[in-house]
C-alpha cells in the first residue's frame, strides 16, 4: 500500500519523515520488524517552477482555429499564454509552467511565439507533469488541470505543493497475513509501536435526520457470508467533484478521483482499510438488499465487462432478485452512482474471503477491495467506518444521513484471548526480559491484556486477525523488541546417528548416473491443469484436486512427471533451443477419497528433443527410439537390480506413438514405459520429435540388492563367440536375448547387440542381428568344447521357436 507521509503525520505530527533519505531509513526499519518495502519517494516524479495561476482574461487570436490568448495573474504579476485548452475559461485557477521551469521528462519550458503571439509559459495538464492515465481525474484528461471550487490555493502558490505531489510515499508490500497494513489507520498503529509514539485515533462526529433509513430499504444476509453488514442512507445529496484535499489524498495513493460520493468510499477503505460500495437508491426498485450465492445468470460490472454467473459460487448483492453487485469485488451498472444520483446507500460489509478470492481469480477482478477482504477485515470497526463515510458525504456532498443504520447482520465474536508468560517468551528467545519489558511492548502494541503475575492474557484485537496462538504474540514481542537483541548462541544438540540412508543413497545415485548420460536435471511443479494430469499416467486414476487453487493451470496434482515435464521442454523450444536433454525424480499423486491423504508414489522421467549437439566425435544426429531405450537400459544396468529387465511393445498409450513404445518390466512386474511421443502431442506443444522414458522409482527401491559395494575380478580368461541371426523383421530382440539367456547355461556373462541389418538381399521382410556373447566360469578355465555345447543349444532352441538361422 502506497503509504502517504503527509495523511501519517496528520496523527503522529513529529513521524521522523521529511526527506527521501529519512523515508528510506524508515523503510529500512519497517523491513525488520513489519514488512518489505517495495519502494519509497514521490508517488510523481517532482517537476520544478510550476505556479498557480488565475486566468482573468481570455481573448481570440485571428485566424486561429484552436489556439486563444489568455491573461493568467500569479498573485503579483500577469502572464499572457497562448493554449489550445478547450477547457480554459475565466476565473480558473490553473497549473502554470514559467520560463525555465522542467517538466516530466527533462521538458524545459521558454517563452515562444504561437500564430504571431507572444505565449510568456505554458498551461500544462496533469499528464504534463507526470500524473499517470490511472489516476489523472477524467473531466480534465481532454484538457489542462483546473483546481476545484472549493480549495484552499491562491494565485502565486507553489502548483507541487497546492497538488499536494510533494509528499512523500512509502510503498510497503503486501502479505497474506498482515491485511491491517492496508490502510493508514493499521499503519498508525504499526508506525506507533515501532517508534513508541502515541497517535490520534480518526474521528468525525455524525449528525443523523429524523427520516429513518429502515423505512427506506432493507436488508437480509446470511451470516455465512457476510458478517457483520450494515447499511447507512442519505437523502438529498448533490454529486459533483471532490475538494482538493481529497484529491490529493486519492492520487498520491495510486486512485484516480471520481466524483464526491465515490470518491468517499475510496478514502475511507484508505483510511480504515474498510471497502464500501455506493448504491443509488433510487435505481433500486425493491429496496430490499438481500445477500445470496449465485444463480445461473449474468451481471455487468462498472468496468462495462458482462460476467456469466454460475450457481452457488459467488456472492451476489441482489435487490428482490435483480443481481446488483459481485460482493466485495466489484459493483454493477444497474445502481452506479451517476451525476444526477440524490439519495445514497452506503454499505459496509465483511465479506467470506475464501468466496471473495475465488471470484477474484475466476473473473480476473483483482481490485483493491478484493485484496482487503482476502487478507481480512477488522470486523468492530466495521460500523465505525460507515459512521465516518456517512458524515464525510454530509460535509462535502450535502444532504442528510437518514436515522439509524441498517443491520443486515451482526454476529460479532468475542476476542481471541491467548495465554502467555514471560518465561515462555524467555524460553523461546533464549532472552532474559523483565516482565515491565513484555508490558511496555504490549502497550505499545495496544494490545489489551490481564496480567496475574507473570502471567498475561492477551485478547488479540480484531484488527489483526492473523494473532491466533501463542508463537504468534512472541513474534509480535520479538520484532518490536528487536531481533537484534535476541542471544545468538546456538541451541546445544547431540547427533547419534549421522550419513545418508540407503534409499537416499540411492536417489543421489540415479540422480548422478543420468546427469552422466548428458542429461539435465528439472524441478518442475506438481500443480498442474486437469487435463495435463491425467497424460502420460501408469494407470489412470482420480486427481488430487486443491480446494483454493492459485490459478485453474494449477488446480490440481500430477499423476505422472511427463505431464510436467513435457511443459518444461516446450518452454525451452519456444527459446530456439535445438538440443533438449531432461530428467526429473518426483512425486506423484492420487486421489484416495476425502477420508484420507492422498497416496504419493515417486517416479523418474526423461526426456530428449530435437538434434544432437555437434561434437568433435560426431556430426549433428537426430535422436531416435534406441537412442532413448540405451539410455533408459544404461541407467538400469548400472544398478544393482534382483531381476532382468525385459521389453514389449505396446500400442495403448494415447499419448505415445503406437509403433515406437515399449513397455518394460523388472521381472514379471511392470517398471514403466520408453518411446516416442505422439505428433498430435508434439504439435500441440510445438516440439520435434521426442522421445521419453517413464519409470517407477519405488519399484527400484524395492528390486534394488543392495548386497556388497564390488564383485571380484575375474581369474579366469573368458571366452566370446559372434552369433549372426536371419530372423523375420517383427520379431523383437529381446524375444531373442531372452531365449539366448535361457538356454546359454550358468557361464554367459554378457550379451550385447553388436550389429543389425536388412536389406532387399537377405530377403522379404527379413533382417539380420548379430550378437556377442561373453562366458566366463569364475571357478576354472573354460574349453571350447564347453562354450560350443552352450551356443549348440542356443542355435536350436532359437531355430525351434523363431525360426532363426544362422547365417
Not at 642 to 651: H, L, M, R
Amino acid at each position: 500500500m502506497k503509504v502517504s507521509v503527509n495523511w501519517i503525520k496528520e496523527y503522529i505530527p513529529d513521524f521522523p519523515v521529511t526527506n527521501e533519505k529519512e523515508a528510506q531509513d524508515f523503510s529500512d526499519t519497517l523491513a525488520l520488524t513489519s514488512t518489505e518495502v517495495e519502494e519509497n519517494g514521490y508517488q510523481i516524479s517532482q517537476s520544478s517552477g510550476l505556479i498557480v495561476g488565475k486566468i482573468t482574461e481570455i481573448r481570440a487570436i485571428e485566424n486561429s482555429t484552436h489556439l486563444k490568448i489568455t491573461i493568467v495573474n500569479t498573485g503579483k504579476k500577469d502572464y499572457q499564454i497562448v493554449t489550445g485548452a478547450p477547457n480554459a475559461a475565466l476565473n480558473q485557477l490553473v497549473v502554470l509552467a514559467l520560463p525555465g521551469a522542467v517538466l516530466a521528462g527533462s521538458k524545459k519550458i521558454e517563452a515562444t511565439t504561437l500564430d504571431g503571439q507572444i505565449s510568456q509559459g505554458m498551461l500544462v495538464s496533469l499528464q504534463e507533469i507526470a500524473f499517470d492515465d490511472s489516476i489523472a481525474p477524467k473531466k480534465h484528461e481532454a484538457g489542462i488541470y483546473v483546481f476545484p471550487a472549493d480549495n484552499d490555493v491562491q494565485p502565486g502558490d507553489d502548483a507541487v505543493k497546492a497538488l499536494g505531489i510533494d509528499d512523500l510515499m512509502i510503498d510497503t508490500e503486501l502479505t497474506a497475513n498482515r491485511g491491517d497494513m492496508l490502510s493508514i489507520r493499521g499503519n498508525l498503529y504499526e508506525f506507533a509501536a515501532i517508534l513508541n509514539k502515541k497517535f490520534v485515533y480518526p474521528e468525525k462526529k455524525l449528525h443523523e435526520g429524523k427520516r429513518p433509513a429502515a423505512a427506506q430499504i432493507s436488508a437480509s444476509v446470511d451470516s455465512k457470508l457476510a458478517n457483520p453488514y450494515y447499511l447507512r442512507v442519505i437523502n438529498d445529496v448533490t454529486v459533483k467533484e471532490s475538494p482538493l484535499w481529497l484529491q490529493r489524498r486519492l492520487w498520491n495513493s495510486g486512485i484516480r478521483p471520481i466524483n464526491n460520493l465515490v470518491d468517499v468510499t475510496n478514502y475511507i477503505m484508505l483510511l480504515f482499510g474498510q471497502p464500501m460500495h455506493a448504491f443509488d437508491l433510487d435505481q433500486l426498485q425493491h429496496k430490499q438488499i438481500k445477500l445470496a450465492l449465485s444463480k445461473d445468470e449474468s451481471l455487468t460490472t462498472l468496468d462495462g465487462n458482462k460476467h456469466d454467473l454460475k450457481a452457488g459460487e459467488d456472492i451476489v448483492v441482489y435487490d428482490g432478485d435483480q443481481p446488483q453487485m459481485l460482493a466485495g469485488v466489484m459493483g454493477g451498472v444497474q445502481s452506479e452512482v451517476t451525476q444526477s444520483t440524490k439519495n445514497l446507500v452506503l454499505e459496509a460489509a465483511v465479506f467470506d474471503p475464501v468466496y471473495i478470492r475465488k471470484t477474484a481469480q475466476r473473473f480476473n477482478l483483482h481490485s483493491q477491495a478484493s485484496q482487503r477482504f482476502e487478507r481480512g477485515i477488522d470486523v468492530a470497526n466495521c460500523q465505525k467506518a460507515l459512521d465516518y463515510a456517512a458524515a464525510l458525504v454530509q460535509q462535502i456532498a450535502g444532504g442528510e444521513v437518514a436515522a439509524g443504520v441498517v443491520t443486515g447482520c451482526e454476529e460479532i465474536l468475542p476476542e481471541t484471548k491467548i495465554l502467555i508468560s514471560v518465561s515462555d517468551i524467555n524460553d523461546y528467545l533464549g532472552s532474559q526480559v523483565s516482565l515491565k519489558e513484555v508490558r511496555e511492548i504490549w502497550d505499545r502494541l495496544a494490545f489489551k491484556y490481564d496480567l496475574v503475575g507473570e502471567q498475561f492474557t492477551i485478547y488479540a484485537p480484531k484488527r489483526r486477525p492473523d494473532i491466533t496462538i501463542k508463537a504468534d504474540l512472541i513474534e509480535e514481542f520479538v520484532r518490536i523488541y528487536g531481533y537484534d537483541k535476541v542471544p545468538t548462541h546456538l541451541p546445544q544438540a547431540v547427533n547419534d546417528r549421522s550419513g545418508l540412508t540407503i534409499s537416499q543413497k540411492l536417489d543421489r545415485a540415479i540422480r548422478q548416473l543420468l546427469l552422466g548420460l548428458g542429461l539435465n536435471q528439472a524441478i518442475s511443479y506438481s500443480l498442474t491443469d486437469p487435463d495435463q494430469a491425467k497424460t502420460f499416467t501408469f494407470q489412470p486414476e482420480n486427481e488430487v484436486k486443491l480446494s483454493n487453487p492459485m490459478s485453474q493451470d494449477r488446480s490440481v496434482l500430477r499423476q505422472s512427471l511427463l505431464s510436467t515435464l513435457i511443459q518444461t521442454a516446450a518452454y525451452n523450444a519456444a527459446r530456439k533451443a535445438a538440443d533438449i536433454r531432461l530428467f526429473e525424480t518426483g512425486a506423484v499423486f492420487f486421489d484416495r477419497g476425502q477420508a484420507k491423504m492422498p497416496k504419493e508414489n515417486h517416479q523418474i522421467a526423461a526426456l530428449i528433443s530435437g538434434i544432437e549437439s555437434e561434437g568433435w566425435q560426431h556430426h549433428e544426429n537426430k535422436y531416435d527410439f534406441y537412442y532413448m531405450k540405451g539410455l533408459l537400459q544404461s541407467l538400469l544396468d548400472s544398478l544393482d537390480l534382483k531381476t532382468t529387465v525385459t521389453y514389449k511393445t505396446a500400442d495403448d498409450r494415447p499419448e505415445m506413438h503406437p509403433g515406437q513404445t515399449a513397455d518394460v518390466y523388472l521381472g514379471q512386474e511392470y517398471l514403466g514405459f520408453v518411446g516416442q511421443i505422439n505428433p498430435k502431442v508434439l504439435r500441440a506443444n510445438k516440439l520435434a520429435a521426442t522421445f521419453v522414458f517413464q519409470i517407477d522409482l519405488d519399484l527400484i527401491h524395492k528390486l534394488y540388492k543392495n548386497t556388497s559395494d564390488y564383485s571380484l575380478l575375474d581369474k579366469f580368461p573368458g571366452i566370446e563367440r559372434d552369433l549372426s541371426l536371419l530372423v523375420d523383421d517383427k520379431v523383437e530382440s529381446a524375444r531373442i536375448e531372452n531365449l539366448i539367456k535361457i538356454n546359454a547355461g550358468p557361464y554367459l556373462r554378457r550379451l550385447q547387440v553388436v550389429d543389425v541389418y536388412e536389406g532387399l538381399e537377405l530377403g522379404l521382410n527379413k533382417k539380420s542381428i548379430a550378437y556377442r556373447l561373453e562366458f566366463v566360469n569364475p571357478q576354472a578355465t573354460l574349453v571350447d568344447d564347453e562354450v560350443n555345447q552352450s551356443v549348440q543349444k542356443i542355435i536350436d532352441q532359437l531355430a525351434r521357436q523363431l525360426q532363426a538361422r544362422v547365417r
